[in-house]
């Protein structure tokens, strides 16, 4: 009778784990066959959440340009997926590549104070914040010309981690163009 309790509870809780266990493979062999056909889902506020897909970039970048780029490994970088502001990924380092928008290319000149000014210009929705969510003190970028082969990258979300703080990113990181699929913006 005890073997037979023990068997029915070993049962039960196979299939709880079958229950829970399959739809995970499920949908890790999911992401697995769409990250490499170039589809991403992001989780961040930066951009709506949702479905994207890498797009090859098939001509010159733009100004205004959404793309998906590896963040270089620098101290900056590893101080930011410490500190929570990136997620865990496939770019070197670990880190997942980031969704941003081209805000400005080489020779351009970024001046950094309150809020951003390209050119002389300013960025729309670039004000700089002094702290994260947390209190922490975050550091901005102190400005300059943007160098051949670099970008300098914002999202209009108020609280994102983009060039404002980590300054211009190397083109040859760039995955691609970024294009929503499917995604929720509230």
């Known amino acids: ?3 037979l309790k023990g068997t029915k509870l070993l049962d ?3 299939a709880s784990l079958t229950w829970i266990g399959v739809p995970a493979l499920v949908a890790v062999a999911a992401m697995s066959v769409l990250g490499t056909s170039g589809f991403r889902v992001n989780l961040t506020p930066s951009e709506p ?3 994207w ?3 090859p970039l098939d001509r010159s970048l733009r100004g205004g340009d959404l793309i998906f ?3 270089p490994v620098t101290e900056t970088m590893r101080e930011a997926r410490t500190r929570g502001y990136l997620r865990y990924g496939l770019c070197a380092g670990g880190i997942a590549p980031l969704i941003k928008t081209v805000a400005a290319t080489s020779g351009q000149i970024i001046d950094i104070g309150e809020d951003v000014r390209i050119d002389g210009r300013k960025l ?3 004000k700089l914040m002094p702290r994260d969510a947390r209190g922490r003190i975050i550091k901005p970028y102190r400005g300059g010309v943007v160098l051949p082969g670099t970008v300098y990258l914002h999202s209009d979300f108020p609280g994102s981690f ?3 703080y ?5 083109v040859k990181n760039i995955l691609g163009l970024a294009r929503e699929v499917w995604t929720y913006a509230p």
Request: with cysteine; hydrophobic share 40%.
């Open 1 to 3: 009778m005890r073997v």
């Open 12 to 14: 039960k809780r196979s």
């Open 49 to 51: 959440i949702g479905l």
């Open 53 to 55: 897909r890498i797009l």
């Open 69 to 71: 780029i590896c963040p």
């Open 124 to 126: 729309a929705r670039s």
């Open 162 to 164: 983009d060039s404002r």
């Open 166 to 170: 980590f300054g211009p990113l190397p």
